[in-house]
């Protein structure tokens, strides 16, 4: 009975007590590591990021080699705390399966149902959680389990963050099996095109790896956009939480577009307000107007309005907002520009492949053609590679960068080049990477769009941007001499009609690249 039971221990979790033993053992390397770099041995081994204390050794500074081997550890640290997920989602998922082995499977549902709610409260008290966040917990172990292998093999050897692990967890819910494999080994293999070392989402913040998992979720979502779009406009609604200091927030779902429009309506008004005898923020404008509009006395929306069930029945209306104060009887039709890349066969109807909403992400072909069909002035359409899927190098060779180049930094930066940054396009600076004084140049590979903050930071700090390319923005060199790479866009192959080959080049298909892009 014993052996029996030991040979099917496994079934109680992955690996059973062999593969949570190698879990610990995973963190105990990392503790010996960190006990190494503190103790006068080498730097953090294998560590591409790490490296500095060898460097520093030589120099006889014993601050400059603290600093350097607190970065080491700090680099060990966190390697450190994703083996300790991993072990406590083995745990995790070793108690649930081993509860589950010792129920009587002639029990009836309600019976089951106790069993869970039971197993749940169990979880929470020794993790001193609430229930629903061990519930959550829960679901998070047994998704990395049962459908997301590679993601638990690199959290226990510390490849990627315990936070990117929920990432990739929760955008992966709702596809089927062969999705799932997909979006996992694109973000976690190195080899595939845009990963970094050991993934894309081994090098970037949580933060910037959402977006970029769900845009890639859209893109190969097995169940068209165009459904899924449609259940979320039926569920558009408007959300109301107290906060303290008698503050509350307020937040709208609404269609990509529209969503999109009034943030950068919004955020144009605001600058606009902006100067030296304004006191107020961007921030504090930004609510100002928004609050103003929305309590503003007027009409409601017409008859037609209430009764549209898609959310773009009033969209080509035409504006609506003539100040802060207005009424609004429709979708305000946005005047802040907006960058939409459509793939050419998408925008003529060959294809249902997505857009990409600047900002935003993947957007349902039927709204990318009804934007550039209306003629929305501030919209401004952006027509992709139908061999490579990215745009095509607008330069001019001149100190004075030309709108058509800032456009094209923003489709290859997407948002600020800086590690981490969220800062999108529209709030960023162009600038030259080396200075025009010393002798750079006003081309793509010599330009970058930082943030205020980070334009800042250039000039003010050792913080230098590494070259760019004319698909791929600058890296950093921090004061520390760690190089850090910037996050790349994700460009893809747009999708062929039926009965046209990618290899080859019709006169139909020249006639209309040449007509779409002279327009």
């Known amino acids: 009975m014993e052996s029996e039971a030991a040979g099917s221990e496994a079934t109680w979790g992955v690996g059973g007590r062999a593969g949570i033993l190698a879990a610990v053992a995973s963190v105990a390397g990392f503790v010996d590591e960190l006990v190494r770099v503190f103790a006068g041995g080498s730097a953090v081994s294998g560590s591409s990021d790490a490296g500095s204390s060898d460097a520093l050794a030589g120099g006889g500074d014993p601050l400059r080699v603290f600093a350097g081997d607190c970065l080491d550890g700090l680099a060990v640290q966190r390697k450190l705390e994703a083996a300790a997920a991993a072990v406590k989602v083995l745990l995790v998922d070793g108690h649930i399966g081993a509860v589950a082995a010792m129920e009587d499977p002639a029990a009836g549902p ?45 959290l226990r050897v510390g490849e990627v963050s315990w936070q990117n692990t929920r990432v990739l967890v929760d955008e992966s819910t709702g596809l089927d099996p062969a999705a799932t494999t997909a979006l996992e080994q694109h973000f976690l293999n190195p080899d595939a095109p845009g990963a ?151 925008l003529l109807g060959l294809t249902e492949e997505p857009a990409v909403l600047d900002g935003h992400g993947p957007i349902p072909a039927s709204m990318a053609r009804r934007l550039v069909a209306g003629g929305a002035d501030s ?106 790479t910037s996050e790349h866009q994700d460009w893809e192959p747009p999708h062929w009609p039926p009965d046209i080959l990618p290899s080859e080049r019709s006169f139909l298909e020249e006639i209309l690249e040449e007509h779409l892009f002279a327009r």
């Not at 998070?140 to 389990?145: G, K, M, P, R, S």
């Not at 961007?282 to 103003?292: R, V």
């Open 110 to 154: 309600e019976w089951a149902k106790g069993r869970q709610m039971a197993s749940v409260a169990e979880v929470a008290c020794v993790l001193t959680i609430g229930e629903r966040a061990a519930s959550t917990l829960i679901g998070e172990a047994q998704a990395l389990t049962s459908s997301l292998p590679a993601a638990l093999d690199a």
């Open 196 to 346: 970094g070392p050991g993934g894309v989402a081994g090098v970037l913040p949580p933060a910037r790896l959402r977006p970029k998992v769900r845009s890639w979720r859209e893109r190969h979502h097995p169940e068209l956009i165009e459904k899924r779009h449609a259940r979320g406009v039926a569920a558009r609604r408007m959300e109301y939480a107290p906060d303290r200091d008698a503050m509350a927030w307020i937040s709208i779902y609404l269609p990509a577009d529209q969503a999109n429009a009034a943030w950068n309506r919004t955020r144009a008004l605001a600058r606009g307000l902006q100067g030296p005898n304004e006191p107020r923020t961007l921030p504090q404008l930004m609510a100002d107007i928004s609050a103003t509009a929305l309590l503003a006395t007027g009409h409601a929306p017409n008859a037609d309005a209430r009764n549209d069930t898609t959310g773009h029945g009033a969209a080509s209306a035409g504006p609506h907002v003539h100040g802060p104060g207005a009424a609004l009887a429709g979708p305000p039709v946005p005047r802040a520009q907006v960058l939409v890349t459509v793939p050419v066969f998408s």
């Open 379 to 484: 919209f401004y359409r952006v027509l992709v590679d139908p061999r490579g899927g990215a745009p095509l190098e607008i330069g001019r060779k001149s100190y004075r960068i030309p709108e058509a180049m800032r456009r094209w930094l923003r489709l290859r930066d997407g948002t600020c080049p800086f590690p981490g940054c969220s800062n999108h396009s529209l709030d960023n600076e162009a600038d030259h990477l080396l200075a025009w004084h010393h002798g750079g140049t006003t081309g793509i590979s010599n330009l970058a769009q930082p943030c205020p903050k980070h334009h800042k930071l250039k000039h003010t700090s050792a913080w230098t941007p590494a070259p760019a390319t004319k698909n791929e923005p600058p890296g950093w060199i921090s004061p520390a001499g760690r190089r850090y």
